[in-house]
Antibody
Framework: EVQLVETGGGLVQPGRSLKLSCVAS????????MSWTRQAPGKGLEWVAS????????YYPDSVKGRFTISRDNAQNTLYLQMNSLRSEDTATYYC?????????WGQGVMVTVSS | DTVLTQSPALAVSPGERVTISCRAS??????MHWYQQKPGQQPKLLIY???NLESGVPARFSGSGSGTDFTLTIDPVEADDTATYFC?????????FGGGTKLELK
């Protein structure tokens, strides 16, 4: 059974940093691209970052480029999202997602609240 | 970016057939996927590649379309289908989502 378990969320002040982790199980982690997708409270879904299966290439939308960094440790089956210079508009539930047939598996999500 | 437009909400009675539409601002070929999200839960993949049913998803769900116009059909609708449905395209960069269609049962 595929499982994606995110940790690391919480309340953080504007301008500060936070790092999310996602532990994957139930599939061969290093065969898949992985992504982070977020959802602001009561809003729609927004893709945040993707990383190739080897970790050699990463992709971001303009809204987070230069502030967020996606990375992975294939030996530990773990995906990360380093978020710097956080803004109030980054407040959302962040989902770890596997890229296979679309975003075919999602974690349960972790809440990040950016507020003073 | 490719903008995906969905109707905000629909209300149908159990047993009826419902179609949920998604229109793309530019062609996405068949790179369209559909997700169901129930309150307090993560999204769940229903349809990938415009018309392929994800394993374990009831055959009541189907998808169609190509280019710019896509449809998710539920026939017949059941009470458990109350949820928000999102389309998402992966053909053009960056990947984008529609705003979601909230399906309510009468």
């Amino acid at each position: 059974e595929v499982q994606l378990v995110e940790t690391g969320g919480g309340l953080v002040q504007p301008g500060r940093s936070l790092k999310l982790s996602c532990v994957a199980s139930g599939f061969t982690f290093n065969n898949y691209w992985m992504s982070w997708t977020r959802q602001a409270p009561g809003k729609g879904l927004e893709w945040v970052a993707s990383i190739t299966n080897s970790g050699g290439s990463t992709y971001y939308p303009d809204s987070v480029k230069g502030r967020f960094t996606i990375s992975r440790d294939n030996a530990q089956n773990t995906l990360y999202l380093q978020m710097n210079s956080l803004r109030s508009e980054d407040t959302a539930t962040y989902y770890c997602t596997r890229e296979g047939r679309g975003f075919d598996y999602w974690g349960q999500g972790v809440m990040v609240t950016v507020s003073s | 970016d490719t903008v995906l437009t969905q109707s905000p909400a629909l209300a149908v009675s159990p047993g009826e057939r419902v179609t949920i539409s998604c229109r793309a601002s530019e062609s996405v070929s068949t790179g369209m996927h559909w997700y169901q999200q129930k309150p307090g839960q993560q999204p769940k993949l229903l349809i990938y590649g415009a018309s392929n049913l994800e394993s374990g998803v009831p055959a009541r769900f189907s998808g169609s379309g190509s280019g710019t116009d896509f449809t998710l059909t539920i026939d017949p609708v059941e009470a458990d289908d109350t949820a928000t449905y999102f389309c998402q395209q992966s053909w053009n960069d960056p990947p984008t989502f529609g705003g979601g269609t909230k399906l309510e049962l009468k």
